[in-house]
């Protein structure tokens, strides 16, 4: 085979498969995910404030029996929607205020999953009126659903680091 019919056939070969490829660039996908789970993040914790019988909550977490959760208080690791819906019904009644939220964040979306760290802090009323403020180190799992929206499925908090 001759030197240009070789060429001729990698251009052809390359520009056939650039014409199969999307019109639409990968990243709008991304820049629309990344828009998701921060919108999620956001739900997440102005869910966190409300005081209710877990229902604010129950709309930003998937139903599944796989979430997790590993709150600060938490003695055992939280583990399906079940006893998470629970978890919220009894923990929202031990605080008059509860306010989070999450700075330094760092989101990464992978397919169907994304995580999301960041410094997690905040205020505290409890029913019997001491306070306290939130210093944590958190990471969050969020699953986007079949219907394009992301929702939580895991929480996790530590101590947060010493500055």
């Not at 520009?15 to 019109?23: G, H, N, Q, R, T």
Request: hydrophobic fraction near 45%; aromatic fraction near 8%.
């Amino acid at each position: 085979m001759h030197r240009r019919s070789a060429s001729t056939l990698v251009v052809v070969g390359l520009a056939s498969v650039f014409a199969l490829l999307p019109l639409t660039p990968a990243c709008a996908d991304d820049a629309a995910d990344m828009a998701g789970v921060k919108a999620a993040s956001d739900a997440f914790y102005t869910a966190l404030a409300v005081l209710d019988d877990g229902a604010a909550m129950s709309k930003v977490w998937a139903h599944t029996p796989y979430v997790t959760f590993v709150g600060p208080r938490s003695q055992k690791i939280i583990v399906g929607w079940d006893d998470l819906a629970k978890y919220w019904a009894k923990s929202n009644g031990l605080f008059k205020v509860r306010t989070a939220k999450l700075d330094d964040d760092h989101i990464h979306v992978s397919g169907a999953l994304a995580w999301e760290v960041g410094h997690e802090s905040g205020d505290t009323v409890m029913a019997d009126g001491t306070t306290g403020k939130s210093d944590w180190v958190t990471t969050n799992v969020f699953e986007k659903q079949a219907d394009g929206t992301w929702l939580s499925v895991s929480h996790h908090v530590q101590p947060g680091a010493k500055k």
